[in-house]
């Protein structure tokens, strides 16, 4: 799946150490996708991380571009349901 960051989802990915890989996957075979409660364009895409000790990374993206955009991407430690 082709996507592109903006330039928040960037600098925070680099920051956090969030592997593009790890971004690819959840969008491609996400555990659960949820809607964003403020804004109907944005999709979350969650899925626990193996090498992460299966923290659950939040990637949040707008759908209604071309290619998806990552608005932002986190370790969710609050979701302990997947």
């Known amino acids: 799946m082709q996507f592109r960051l903006s330039g928040h989802a960037e600098k925070r990915i680099q ?3 969030i592997k593009l890989e790890w ?3 959840a969008l491609e075979h996400p555990a ?3 809607n964003d409660n403020d ?3 944005l999709v979350h895409a969650l899925l626990p991380i193996p090498e ?3 923290l659950v990374l939040r990637v949040i993206y707008n759908e209604t571009n071309e290619p998806l955009t990552i608005v932002t991407a986190y370790f969710d430690e609050k979701v ?3």
């Open 39 to 41: 804004d109907p364009n």
């Open 52 to 54: 992460k000790g299966f």
């Open 32 to 34: 659960r996708i949820e």
């Open 23 to 25: 971004v690819a996957a």
């Open 15 to 17: 920051r956090r150490k």
């Open 80 to 82: 302990n349901d997947l």
